[in-house]
């Protein structure tokens, strides 16, 4: 069963950086999707980054020029730097994981592997 562990959450003042990790274990797949979500009680999850086995990312707007997604593929570990943390980037962040057909377009996927997500908290 494929397991999804995020790590690197913590609590940043304005302008910090911070980068969270995703273990995917159990999981090795040539054609893939990888994504990070976050989520704020009260509010829907949003969607920010996600990758694909080639490489090609794709950001929410809210994020652009600020967050960057990576991937380990031999390690099974998708990234994400986030640069200029702003007060509403706190959120609980998770990550999300599936096998896909090639050319899927992983930004608009909907994920079935998801992680319990950690916390980002950026405040003064």
């Known amino acids: 069963q494929v397991q999804l562990v995020e790590s690197g959450g913590a609590s940043v003042q304005p302008g910090g950086l911070l980068t969270l990790s995703c273990v995917v274990s159990d999981y090795q797949y040539i054609n893939d999707c990888m994504g990070w979500f976050r989520q704020v009680p009260g509010k829907e999850r949003e969607g920010i980054a996600s990758i694909d086995s080639a490489g090609q990312t794709t950001y929410a707007d809210s994020v652009k020029g600020r967050f960057t997604v990576s991937q380990d593929k031999y390690e099974n570990i998708v990234y994400l730097r986030m640069e200029n943390l702003r007060p509403e980037d706190t959120a609980m962040y998770y990550c999300?994981?599936?096998?896909?057909?090639?050319?899927?377009?992983?930004?608009?996927?909907?994920?079935?592997?998801w992680g319990q997500g950690t916390q980002v908290t950026v405040s003064s």
């Open positions: 999300a994981a599936d096998p896909v057909v090639f050319g899927t377009n992983c930004y608009t996927w909907n994920f079935k592997n």
